[in-house]
C-alpha cells in the first residue's frame, strides 16, 4: 500500500512550463477507498504541458490540492502507457508500464480500434481488467468489474488513460480490492480447478471482496452462476467441511466441452445435488457461448432468456462430432459402429443438465433400448427475471420464482425432447435399426453419485414414461424434428406413450430376444463358431477358444441337474435325473460330468445330500478342488513354521492332479490358466505369431488348450514362494517357477514370482531376463507395477542405475501398489549414485532409450482394440467387456465407457 503523506505537491507552470498549462478536472474519477479517502472535496484528472515533460510529450495523472497544485500519480505517453511516478520526468521511464492499452493486431473494417486494458501486479505478472475501443477518438472502457457509470464512454485519450489508471492501478495502491480480470475470465479462473469445492471456495471469496468495495460490480451472468450455485445448494455442501478433493471438477474438452462434477468420497452429498451444482457451472458456460461477445455485458432480462433457450432448445443443437478418430472402427452399420455412434451423441451433447442414457443393442435384430434418466422440476430453473413497468426503460426489475407447476412442465419437455434426440441418432446410427424403446426416468432422491459410474449398473426407480418409436415414424417426421424444437407431449401421445407403467424392466425387450441368453452366456457356455475379422483379431477359430473358467459349462450342468433334483420326491426319482444327465454326458464324451454324476448319484444313494439343498448338490456333483483343498493345509502348516511340510503338501496335491485329472501338457494338448480374457487373447495372438510372443507361448502353437484350475496355478506359486529362501532348494524354486509360466504364460505373477526367485539367488541376469518377459505380455496394473518395481532393483544391482530409476518411477506412474517401497529406493538409489529423480514426463522416453520394455505395449493395446470390436461384432459380450476394460485403463475415452456399459 502507497503511503499519503509526504508527498509533494507540484505547482502547474512553474521553472517556465506556465505557458500552455493544460488540466481537466475528472467528475467522480475517483470512488474513496474505505477506510482510506473518506473525506470530501478531493478531486482527480490529468494535466498537460503545465509540468516538465519528455520530449515524446503525453500527459500526467494527477490529484488537484488546489487550483494551481497538483500531486503527480503517473506518466502517461502517447502510446497508451502509464507509469506511477509521483514527480514529473524529463526522459520516458526505461521500464515496463504500470497500465497498458494494448491494441488488438486485427484491422477493424469500421475504422475502430480494440484492445485490452492490462495492468502490470506484483512480480510482474500482467492482467487484462478490461477492454477497450475508440472509435473517431473517443474511447469506450468496457467488460469491467469497475463500475465506471456514465463515466465509461465518450472518453478523450488522456480521460481513459486517467480513469483507467485511477481505477485499476491507484486505488488498489490504497488498499481496494484488485479489479479482477476483465469480463469473466477470472470466473474461469477459478474453476480451473481440479477439485470443484476449492473453486467455488475461490469463486466465494473472489465475491466476498468484490462485495465490499462500492466502487466494483462483477458482470450480471458472474452474479447468475453465484445465484445458480446457491440454489442447488452449495452453502450446504460447504457447511460439512469436506475435503477438498471430495468433489472433482473436469472439463471433458475432448466431446462436449462442458463441466463434470464426480463425487469423489462419500460425504452424504445426493446425486441429485451433485447434478444440480453441475448445472449451475454449466448454464453459466453455455450462456457465455451463447452470448458471445456480449456475455460480460448481457442484462438479467437477457441473461433469464437464454437461460430459458438452454433448456427449451436442447434438442436441437448441432452435434460437432470430433475431428479425430482414436478408437476402432467396424463394418458401417454393425454392432460396434452403432453402440460407438450413440455413445458418442451421449458425450457430444452441451446440456445445461446432464442426463444418464443407458441403452442396448441387438442390430441384427433391428431394436435399440433407450433407458433416460433426466433431471427433475427441482433441477430446472428457479427464477426468472421480471422487468416492472420502470424496467423496461431503467433496467429495473426482480428475479421471481418459477412455479412448481411450470418447472415440472418443463422438466417434461427437457426429458421427452432430450429422449426424441437420442431416438433419432440411433435411427441414424443404422439402417437396419427398426425400432427405439425409450424409458424414460425423472432422477430420484435417493440416488447415489457415489457410485454412478458402475458400468453395468441398471436404473431401479420407476419409469415416468415409455414409447416405442418405428423407422416409418422417424422418416415420416424429420427425425422427430417438430416435437424436439416445440411441446413433445402430442407427439408422445399420438405415438402411444404409456405413462407411470406399472412394472417396467430395463431393456427387457432386448433381454427377450432369441441370442440374448447367448450373447450372456458365451464363450464359456455355448459354441459358436468365429470366421474372417472376428476370428482373425481374437485368434480362435470358435468361442470355446476365448474361454477362461475351468469348470463355468459343468457347474452349469450341474446346476441344471440340482433344478431337476429339486423337484423330485424320493432319493429314486432323483438319481432317474442324474442317470439321464451321465447318459448324455456319455454320449458327448464328457468325462468330467460323467465322473461328477456318478458322484452324485452315490452321494443321493447313501442319503447323504437333501435333494433340496441345490448348492450341496452342485458341490457334490463338481467334487472336491484337491488343489484348493491343499493350499488351505499348506497354510496352516506355515503358519506354524512348518515350512517344508507345507510344500509337501503342495506337491502331493500338484502330482496328484497331473496323474488323476491329467494337468500335464502332451504332444497335443496344452494345459493352461488365464488371469482375464484380455490374457487370453493375447495368449491366442501370440501363439499365432500375431503378437511378439513370449518364450512360454512358443511351444503351444500347434496344440490343443484344455483350462486347468486356477488352485493347480497356485499351487505352484506358492511352492515358488516358500522356497525361495531355501538354498539348498533353490533349483528347485526355480523348476516350479518356469512351471507356472508355462500353465499361465500370460499371467505376469508367475513371471514375478520367478524373478523374485532368481532375485534372491543372486542371479540378477536371469531375473531381468524374466522380468522384462513378463512386461512384454502384462496388461494388468498392478502387475506391470510390480513388475517395474521388481525389474528397478534388479538393475539397480547390474550396474543400470539410470534404468533402474526409470523403472521405479514407472512403477509409481502406473498403480500405486508398490508407492511407498518404491519411493523410498528410488531416494536411495539417487542418493547412493547421484542420479537426479527421473523427470516423470519422460520416463517412457528414458525407458525406450535404455531398452527396457514399456508395458503395456502399443502393439498389445492396438491389438486388445482390434479385439474389442471383434469380439462385439461375434456377440461375445464378456469378452469384450473384459478387454475393453483393460483398454480403457491406459487410454481412457468417455465414449468408448458408455459402450462398455452397453454390453451386458
Known amino acids: 500500500m502507497r503511503e499519503e503523506h509526504d508527498r509533494r505537491a507540484y505547482a502547474l507552470g512553474s521553472g517556465g512550463f506556465f505557458l500552455g498549462v493544460k488540466k481537466c478536472v475528472l467528475d467522480e474519477a475517483f470512488l474513496p477507498v474505505s477506510g482510506q479517502l473518506g473525506e470530501p472535496g478531493r478531486s482527480f484528472g490529468w494535466v498537460s504541458r503545465g509540468l516538465p515533460l519528455p520530449p515524446t510529450g503525453g500527459s500526467y495523472a494527477v490529484e488537484f490540492v488546489d487550483k494551481s497544485h497538483v500531486f503527480v500519480l503517473a506518466y502517461i505517453d502517447p502510446y497508451g502507457r502509464a507509469f506511477s511516478t509521483e514527480k514529473p520526468l524529463s526522459i520516458p521511464p526505461a521500464r515496463e508500464p504500470d497500465l497498458l492499452f494494448s491494441k488488438d493486431t486485427a484491422a477493424s473494417p469500421t475504422g475502430q480500434s480494440h484492445g485490452l486494458v492490462r495492468v502490470r501486479a506484483r512480480l510482474g505478472e500482467t492482467r487484462d481488467v478490461a477492454r477497450f475501443s475508440c472509435e473517431s477518438n473517443a474511447y469506450k472502457l468496457l467488460d469491467s468489474w469497475y463500475d465506471f457509470g456514465r463515466y465509461g464512454a465518450g472518453l478523450s485519450y488522456e480521460d481513459a488513460m486517467t480513469r483507467a489508471y485511477l481505477a485499476f492501478v ?8 484488485p479489479v479482477p480480470s476483465a469480463g469473466l475470465t477470472e470466473v474461469f479462473r477459478c474453476l480451473d480447478n481440479a477439485s470443484f469445492l476449492a473453486s467455488v471456495k475461490k469463486l466465494r471469496d473472489l465475491f466476498d471482496r468484490v462485495g465490499a468495495d462500492a466502487a466494483l460490480e462483477p458482470p450480471a451472468l458472474a452474479e447468475s452462476l453465484m445465484r445458480w450455485l446457491g440454489e442447488a445448494g452449495l452453502s450446504d455442501v460447504l457447511e460439512l467441511g469436506a475435503s477438498d478433493a471430495a468433489i472433482r471438477l473436469v472439463r471433458t474438452m475432448r466431446y462436449a466441452g462442458t463441466f463434470y462434477l464426480s463425487l469423489e468420497e462419500d460425504i452424504g452429498v445426493p446425486r441429485k445435488t451433485i447434478w444440480a451444482l453441475e448445472g449451475a457451472l454449466n448454464r453459466f458456460l453455455l450462456a457465455c457461448d451463447r452470448l458471445d461477445a456480449k456475455a460480460a455485458r448481457a442484462t438479467k432480462e437477457a441473461i433469464s432468456a437464454c437461460d430459458e433457450e438452454l433448456f427449451e432448445t436442447a434438442a436441437v443443437q448441432t452435434i460437432v462430432k470430433p475431428a479425430t478418430r482414436d478408437f476402432p472402427e467396424a463394418t458401417p452399420g454393425g454392432e460396434w459402429d452403432v453402440r460407438c455412434k450413440l455413445a458418442r451423441v451421449a458425450e457430444l451433447l452441451r446440456l445445461p443438465v446432464r442426463i444418464d442414457v443407458k441403452f442396448r443393442c441387438d442390430v441384427s435384430s433391428g431394436l435399440v433400448s ?4 433426466a433431471p427433475g422440476a427441482d433441477l430446472m430453473p428457479a427464477t426468472t427475471w421480471m422487468s416492472d413497468a420502470e424496467g423496461a426503460a431503467g433496467g429495473h426489475g ?43 426416468r425423472f432422477l430420484g432422491e435417493g440416488d447415489s453419485d457415489l457410485h454412478g459410474d458402475v458400468l ?3 436404473p ?8 416405442d418409436l418405428s423407422r416409418s415414424t422417424f422418416e415420416e417426421t424429420d427425425g422427430f424434428a417438430f416435437a424436439r424444437a416445440s411441446d413433445p407431449q402430442p407427439f408422445f401421445r399420438e405415438a402411444g406413450a404409456r405413462y407411470f407403467p406399472d412394472a417396467v424392466g430395463s431393456f427387457a425387450s432386448i433381454l427377450a430376444l432369441p441370442g440374448a441368453k447367448l450373447r450372456r452366456e458365451l464363450p464359456e457356455i455355448g459354441k459358436k463358431p468365429l470366421s474372417g475379422f472376428a476370428a482373425q483379431v481374437l485368434g480362435a477359430d470358435d468361442s470355446t477358444g476365448l474361454r477362461i473358467n475351468y469348470d463355468a459349462a459343468l457347474r452349469r450342468l450341474g446346476e441344471g441337474i ?33 465322473n461328477g454324476c456318478t458322484r452324485l448319484m452315490a452321494a443321493l444313494a447313501e442319503g447323504k445330500i437333501d435333494c433340496e439343498d441345490q448348492n450341496a448338490v452342485v458341490s457334490c456333483f463338481l467334487g472336491t478342488d484337491r488343489c484348493l483343498t491343499a493350499l488351505g493345509r499348506a497354510k496352516t502348516f506355515a503358519d506354524n513354521d512348518d515350512v517344508f511340510q507345507a510344500v509337501a503338501v503342495l506337491q502331493e496335491a500338484i502330482a496328484e492332479a497331473e496323474a488323476l485329472e491329467g494337468f500335464v501338457d502332451t504332444s497335443l494338448a496344452a494345459r493352461r490358466t488365464f488371469d482375464s480374457y484380455s490374457s487370453r487373447v493375447i495368449y491366442n495372438l501370440a501363439r499365432r505369431g500375431d503378437l511378439p510372443d513370449p518364450q512360454a507361448v512358443r511351444n503351444d502353437r500347434s496344440k490343443y488348450v484344455e483350462l486347468v484350475p486356477d488352485s493347480f496355478y497356485l499351487c505352484h506359486l506358492e511352492v515358488v514362494r516358500m522356497l525361495e529362501h531355501s538354498f539348498e532348494r533353490s533349483e528347485e524354486a526355480v523348476e516350479y517357477g518356469r512351471r507356472s509360466i508355462a500353465i499361465a504364460p500370460t499371467a505376469g505373477a508367475g513371471y514375478r514370482q520367478l524373478g523374485r526367485a532368481y532375485m534372491l539367488m543372486g542371479d540378477m541376469e536371469n531375473a531381468a531376463q524374466v522380468l522384462e518377459e513378463c512386461l512384454r ?26 534404468a533402474g530409476a526409470a523403472c521405479y518411477a514407472k512403477s509409481l506412474a502406473t498403480a500405486p501398489v508398490m508407492a511407498m517401497q518404491a519411493t523410498i529406493e528410488l531416494h536411495e538409489l539417487a542418493e547412493e549414485t547421484g542420479l537426479p529423480l527421473p523427470d516423470q514426463d519422460k520416463v517412457d522416453e528414458t525407458l525406450v532409450r535404455l531398452g527396457v520394455p514399456l508395458a503395456p505395449s502399443k502393439a498389445v493395446l492396438d491389438a486388445l482394440e482390434r479385439a474389442c470390436v471383434g469380439a462385439v461384432e461375434a456377440g461375445l459380450c464378456p469378452v469384450a467387456q473384459g478387454v475393453l476394460a483393460t483398454r480403457l485403463r491406459y487410454r481412457p475415452d468417455d465414449a468408448l465407457m458408455n459402450v462398455l456399459r452397453s454390453l451386458d
Open 170 to 177: 491507484h486505488r488498489p495502491s490504497l488498499g481496494s480490492a
Open 370 to 373: 433407450l433407458d433416460l434418466t
Open 398 to 440: 426482480l428475479w421471481m420464482p418459477v412455479s412448481t407447476v411450470a418447472r415440472e412442465a418443463q422438466a417434461e419437455r427437457y426429458a421427452f425432447h432430450l429422449g426424441l434426440l437420442l431416438a433419432a441418432s440411433a435411427f441414424e446410427a443404422s439402417p437396419s435399426i427398426d425400432r427405439v424403446e425409450l424409458a424414460v
Open 456 to 458: 453395468l449398473g441398471i
Open 460 to 467: 431401479m426407480f420407476p419409469a415416468y414414461a415409455t414409447v
Open 562 to 594: 440340482a433344478d431337476g433334483v429339486a423337484q423330485t420326491t424320493s432319493a429314486s426319482a432323483a438319481i432317474r435325473v442324474v442317470r439321464q444327465a451321465q447318459d448324455a454326458a456319455q454320449a458327448d464324451f464328457d468325462e468330467r460330468a460323467i
Open 777 to 802: 505380455i502384462a496388461v494388468q496394473p498392478n502387475d506391470i507395477a510390480m513388475a517395474y518395481y521388481q525389474l528397478a532393483y534388479v538393475l539397480w544391482k547390474l550396474g543400470r542405475a539410470e
